[in-house]
């Protein structure tokens, strides 16, 4: 019996130990869930309460405002007909009665549903009434023109205030002098309106401030029911209605229009809303929902306890896994890859196997955003990412660092053939067109490769050096692969001292600026000069344009650098009145929102002709930026400059750009004029660019122009402009004046393509 007692005593106690937990566990939530149940329903009494005063706030400005836009409506009626130089004429230089009763009197009330219309001379007497649509009597002149007369006064300027009136369209009631118009609320012969009077015609020679002998045009219109339910319908008041000094039912809010000698003008109301009451009603059921919920919690909280810890080890899981990932398509992010990247340096000291890093970098994928959408843009990276998992090998890591980069981790970094080869795979697979919602749309890729050996550093240095050989990737043409090598660090250094060295010639005025001579479509005459910037290094000698042009736009000192050869270029150009100067604007100058207000001072300053300014624009100017790039356009051409699309048939070449954007003249890329004589799909595009900008009222230059034959051919083409070494090279601006003065020794001649080049 003992024997039996002992396990039931034990189980008792250790029931009795579990009930403990769970009442241990159990009495503090629920303590916290009644004080939280508690809070909630003084916040949600609190927030209806505050509601319902914010709503009629609400209701009381909106009914404010529609009675302020009414009299000033009524005031405009008004000054429609009393400005008018009709208005002169027929009242105030010699009355017409019959103008008056027609054009006035008649006019307001039939059409703008005005009450009282009445014209006053320049003593104040009545030379006009219209009370309903019969003459007002003098009767009604007594009991009405005490109420009348205070406007008249302060728009006599005797008086600087209205007191029995709330005035309209002022920030003050004070306001001396004469005054050309005016508008108040008032109470006129016991019923609320809105009175509008504006001074007939002006006397020449004579300050609108100083002219009280004007007639005044004057015109009440009630306040009555017809109006307040225009008001009720237009601001949404449910039962708008004057009331006099009788009690409202409860809930509606009462208005009452008061001038300031505390007289009353009206007493309006209206049934307010009540989103508080709205408000209440749709928590009620879920606090009750939350009281039920909350007997049945103590029964269940230690079965979910139970359940926690496995759904909480299967939660990290799933959230080591989307903090590891990308969520767009699916590969490692950038903290896995660090990870892996750390682990594959360590595999490769202590094992002597080296691995790869292959920094890939999308080219143009930006364009694809900007002119396709984002949507298209995320596609584009899923099909990438496909594209790139199909290419790899499986034991290869393949990552997506952020927006259209790359990395991939290669145990084929030992042999650079080996790894150059899967470069080249990789640029092969992701160059082929992809067909995204109806698009066909074609990439670049760039990749800059990493080898990490046994002397390699961390996973920093082996990004940075992935990093260098992208830049020299991209540098040499892009859609290519380079290997980093220790003379990229010079070539970086470089680069930077480089920099250094524009920017204080730039500082110091250490540039020059060339001009090449741009012709007519015979060779003959030189029509303008397009600006080209040269540098002659003090130590280095002189540095080819595509050099330093390249670590200006890089650096972002291309819009330094654009703005001295601006105004360089307009210095120069004042000495050729007949000639136009072009000048080349960069992206990053054109986008920035103050180029048009710096080519304004620069016009200013310089005193140059705009007619005579061509900014020769690319068009990656206007890829993604199609509103913003229009509106500085046109803001351009508002100046009075000619706009160019330069390189056309290189780029996109949309032809939405031609038809929205105001170009002035189509730039053909020597790339075209060059194959004239090799590719006959060449020419064929040299003509349709011709027939497309004489079409669209352009005019076309082509560039590059060599050999009499690209001439020859060009001219009969239609091309109205040419530019080339045939027609000269980029010459000194003392050149050009010689040019001007003896034309005649400037004939155009054949170049030989190695020296052209």
């Avoid at 110091?508 to 303008?528: D, W």
Wanted: charged share 20%; net charge negative; glycine share 8%.
């Amino acid at each position: 019996m003992s024997d039996l007692a002992a396990p039931r005593a034990s189980e008792q106690q250790r029931y009795t130990h579990w009930d403990r937990a769970r009442l241990s566990v159990v009495v503090p939530i629920g303590v916290i869930v009644a004080v939280a149940i508690v809070c909630i329903v003084v916040a949600v009494l609190s927030s209806a309460q505050r509601a319902d005063e914010v709503a009629v706030a609400h209701e009381r400005q909106l009914f404010s405002g529609a009675l302020s836009n009414y009299g000033l409506r009524v005031l405009r009626e008004v000054d429609s007909v009393a400005s008018s130089q009709s208005a002169t004429e027929n009242i105030r230089r010699k009355f017409d009665p019959v103008w008056t009763e027609q054009r006035a009197g008649a006019w307001l009330a039939a059409y703008f549903k005005h009450d009282y219309i009445l014209v006053f001379d320049g003593k104040d007497q009545p030379l006009y009434s219209m009370v309903g649509h019969h003459a007002a009597d003098k009767a009604w002149f007594a009991r009405a023109h005490p109420e009348l007369a205070e406007l008249i006064d302060f728009m006599r300027g005797r008086s600087a205030i209205m007191p029995g009136a709330i005035r309209l369209g002022v920030a003050h009631q004070t306001d001396a002098g004469v005054h050309e118009h005016a508008v108040a609320l008032r109470s006129v012969l016991g019923q609320p309106a809105a009175i509008a009077a504006v001074a007939v015609g002006s006397d020449e020679g004579i300050a609108t401030a100083a002219d009280t002998a004007a007639p005044i045009m004057l015109s009440v219109k009630f306040i009555n029911d017809d109006v307040l339910a225009g008001i009720a319908t237009q601001i949404g008041l449910t039962n708008l209605r004057a009331v006099g000094d009788g009690a409202v039912p409860e809930g509606d809010f009462v208005y009452e229009l008061s001038a300031p000698n505390g007289e009353r003008i009206a007493r309006f109301a209206w049934t307010a809303k009540r989103p508080g009451a709205e408000i209440v009603q749709s928590v009620v059921p879920f606090i009750a929902v939350a009281l039920a919920g909350f007997a049945l919690l103590a029964a269940f909280v230690l079965r979910y306890m139970r359940r926690t810890a496995v759904a909480i080890a299967a939660g990290e899981t799933r959230l080591r896994h989307l903090a590891m990932h990308d969520p767009l398509c699916g590969l490692p992010n950038r903290i896995f890859f660090g990870e892996r990247l750390e682990a594959v340096i360590d595999e490769v000291h202590s094992s002597n196997a080296p691995a790869a890093v292959l920094y890939i970098d999308l080219d143009h994928f930006k364009d694809v955003n900007d002119t396709l959408g984002h949507p298209v843009g995320d596609e584009l990276i899923r099909n990438v990412t496909l594209r790139l998992s199909h290419t790899l090998r499986g034991g290869d890591l393949v990552a997506r660092l952020g927006g259209d980069e790359f990395a991939v981790i290669s145990s084929v970094g030992g042999d650079a053939v080996k790894i150059m080869a899967l470069a080249q795979r990789i640029i092969t697979a992701l160059c082929a067109p992809y067909n995204i919602g109806g698009q066909n749309i074609v990439i670049g890729a760039s990749i800059g490769i990493a080898i990490i050996d046994r002397n390699c550093a961390g996973a920093a240095d082996i990004m940075r050096y992935a990093d260098m050989a992208l830049y020299r990737a991209k540098n040499e043409g892009r859609n290519r692969a380079c290997i980093y090598d220790a003379a990229m660090d010079a070539d970086l250094s470089k680069r930077k001292l480089l920099e250094g060295d524009l920017r204080e010639a730039i500082e110091n005025n250490q540039l020059r600026v060339m001009y090449q001579p741009i012709v007519n479509k015979s060779g003959e005459t030189m029509t303008g000069v397009e600006a080209l910037c040269r540098w002659n290094h003090p130590t280095r000698g002189e540095i080819p344009p595509v050099e330093f042009i390249a670590i200006a736009e890089h650096s972002g000192l291309i819009v330094e650098l654009g703005a001295w050869v601006l105004r360089q270029a307009l210095e120069d150009g004042k000495a050729w009145p007949e000639l136009t100067v072009a000048v080349n604007v960069s992206p990053l100058q054109f986008r920035r929102a103050d180029f048009a207000g710096l080519v304004e001072k620069t016009l200013d300053d310089t005193g140059f002709d705009p007619a005579r300014l061509e900014l020769e624009l690319t068009e990656t100017v206007l890829l993604g930026n199609i509103d913003t790039a229009e509106a500085g356009m046109l803001r351009l051409k508002a100046l009075g400059v000619r706009l160019a699309l330069d390189d056309f048939g290189t780029g996109y070449s949309s032809l939405l750009y031609l038809r929205r954007f105001p170009f002035d003249k189509l730039k053909i890329d020597r790339s075209f004029v060059l194959s004239i004589e090799k590719a006959a799909d060449a020419a064929a595009i040299v003509h349709a660019v011709v027939s497309l900008g004489r079409g669209l009222g352009m005019k076309v230059t082509a560039e590059g122009v060599e050999t009499a034959d690209q001439h020859l051919f060009l001219r009969a083409a239609g091309v109205h402009f040419m530019q080339g070494y045939r027609f000269g090279k980029a010459a000194t601006p003392a050149e050009i004046s010689a040019r001007l003065r003896a034309p005649q020794d400037y004939l155009p001649v054949d170049v030989p393509s190695a020296m052209a080049g």
